[in-house]
């Protein structure tokens, strides 16, 4: 077994960019709202950061666990850079504990320095650059762990002219997100989980007001947010919450901002049966009449609640067929081409994908 002092030896073991050190050689965690208080020689709650020596390290700084070419639809972002490819990466482990993660695999795995292999930010441009990718989107597990890398690839990936997202569960700290603005991020899809006592019981006692004021914050800032909101059978199915997170979602990003209802399927330690489609319909009604101008569906393959329609005269814009756009008929200027009702998109429609204009 290694000495903690020996972890040091490798590139992915990193001084962490926000912290506090405390009496006693603790620390303070300020990446995410947990803010876990770390003894000496131990790890905060995501195990993805030590107290060394009393200052705090990331032991997962450029150790990527998934690296891959992904449409922006998939994420989903339906308004940001439409039709276009980010290159998408992670790295291990969560600071949540949701029992239903789709991606388990890695957000339930604990970093190992001793086998890691380090990528530079500078690899990772390249990358996209090279493989014809319009951006940088960290993603898969939750990307907040994996910040004191993507500020760095996200600098240098702007300069070049790529945008660069986060798909995440926004329970970073202000200062982290400050940090991430900084560096060039302007695209933020937040997962809202439920309401408040969703977060109680499955989400470690997390406090989804601090995921609101994220997105809030967010909007203030100018970066580009679209929310999900992940129904589960049984869980956040009920009208009641279905009703907390279209209220919440009006009060704090207001109506233009996408709200997508997305399908659950059975994962990892949670064996519900899938959403029934009829509640997601049920969900993306309710958000329509309360004033939600771009509600969607997700993961229903080839339904038309896929496809954005002008808030105003309810004209087809955007056709979609799973994560690929086959119509794009909204005009150069951002408008429908009908009655001219102004529609929020970020970037412009890329087409390299096969979609065709009006
Ligand atoms: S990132 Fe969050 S969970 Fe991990 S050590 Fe820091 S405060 Fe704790």
């Not at 990358?127 to 939750?142: R, Y």
């Not at 809202?192 to 203030?220: F, H, L, P, S």
């Not at 399908?263 to 969900?283: D, G, I, W």
């Not at 150069?332 to 096969?354: E, F």
Request: hydrophobic share 30%; charged share 25%; aromatic share 10%.
């Amino acid at each position: 077994m290694l000495k903690v002092q020996e972890l040091l030896q490798y590139s992915t073991v990193h001084e962490a960019l926000l912290y506090e050190k405390l009496k006693g050689d603790k620390v303070r965690c300020s990446l995410c709202e947990r803010r876990c208080l770390i003894p000496l020689n131990e790890k905060g709650f995501c195990k993805t950061r030590l107290n060394i020596d009393g200052k705090l390290y990331t032991l997962v700084y450029g150790d990527l666990s998934a690296l891959e070419s992904r449409p922006i639809e998939i994420k989903p972002f339906f308004h940001y850079w439409p039709g276009s490819t980010a290159l998408t990466f992670s790295t291990w482990s969560c600071n949540f504990d949701c029992i239903w993660c789709q991606n388990h695999h890695l957000s339930k795995t604990k970093p190992n320095p001793a086998s890691s292999s380090y990528s530079s930010p500078n690899k990772i441009v390249e990358l996209a650059i090279n493989g014809n990718d319009d951006g940088l989107c960290v993603s898969f597990q939750e990307p907040t762990i994996l910040t004191d890398w993507a500020v760095q690839v996200f600098k240098i990936g702007r300069e070049k002219g790529l945008y660069c997202c986060y798909v995440s569960n926004g329970y970073m700290t202000l200062e982290a997100l400050r940090l991430l603005r900084d560096s060039g991020m302007d695209g933020f899809k937040i997962d809202v989980k439920g309401d408040a006592e969703t977060y109680q019981k499955y989400c470690g006692g997390a406090d989804v007001e601090k995921v609101w004021r994220n997105a809030r914050e967010a909007k203030r800032m100018g970066l580009h947010v679209e929310i999900v909101n992940l129904v589960v059978t049984d869980v956040n199915d009920d009208e009641e919450c279905l009703r907390w997170v279209i209220e919440k979602h009006l009060k704090e990003v207001g109506p233009e901002t996408p709200l997508h209802f997305t399908r659950y399927y059975p994962s990892y330690k949670f064996h519900n049966s899938p959403t029934r489609v009829e509640t997601l319909e049920k969900a993306y009604r309710m958000a329509k009449k309360a004033g939600v101008s771009y509600p969607y569906l997700g993961n229903v393959h080839g339904h038309g609640y896929e496809n954005t329609y002008c808030p105003r005269c309810e004209e087809l814009l955007i056709k979609r067929l799973g994560y690929t756009i086959t119509r794009y008929k909204i005009t150069d200027d951002k408008k429908c081409p009908k009655c001219g009702q102004p529609i929020p998109i970020t970037g412009r429609p890329i087409r390299k994908r096969r979609f065709s204009l009006f």
